[in-house]
């Protein structure tokens, strides 16, 4: 009885170190545990061309894919994309079943009030723009039967066509958009945990820009440079 006794104690106390080490383990910061499974799961809605769509490969692509592929090369890990609707990408990220969400976000205050975000990797600046008289044109379903400028062979000029526009081309994208941009990012949870993260992904974002990685990306999947 003794002998049963002391060997249950033994299994339990084994157990408990056990429980205490996988607890340490996790209790690392995001950016460890990223590094020591060896993959950053990513989540985005995977049906948003040109940002991510599955290719003719039936493999995911798009600028938001690649872009992902390209930061986690600079972690030293593979990537896991994870495609979930819109509505749900956040509340993936909140309950830990993404690392990070790169899906074209859009910084906002409120956003910015609830998550961290990394540097920007794009910028955006579309605008449907008419005369201060015009009365015709609210929503780009007004478009059908009109004309607009738009640049050449760009997204936008798609987008009016889609729409039922007739689209005259002009040189660059400065002569139909406004100077503001809205800055695009990739959020994280707001945390101490994710503290390392966010500055290992500023580095790789720096790093995409200045080796032209960004660029290069951005015009393969735009047609323009988003990324300056």
Known sequence: MKRLFAAALAVLMLATVMTMAVSAKESGDLLSRIQERGTIVVGLEGDWAPWSYVGEDDEP?????EVAKAIADKL???VQIVPGEWDGLFAGMDSGRYDLV?????????RAEKYDFADPYAYIRTALIV??????IHTFEDLKGKKTANSIASTYMNLAESYGATCYG?????????EDASNVAIPMRK???TATLREAVNQAIAELRKD???SELSIRFFGEDISE
């Open 76 to 78: 030293g890990v593979e």
């Open 131 to 136: 005369r201060g008289d015009n009365d015709d």
């Open 212 to 214: 032209g990685t960004l």
């Open 170 to 178: 002009v040189a660059t994208l400065d002569e139909t958009l406004t």
């Open 61 to 65: 692509t798009g600028y938001d894919v």
């Open 191 to 193: 945390s101490d945990d």
């Open 102 to 110: 790169i899906n074209g976000v859009e910084v906002t205050e409120d």
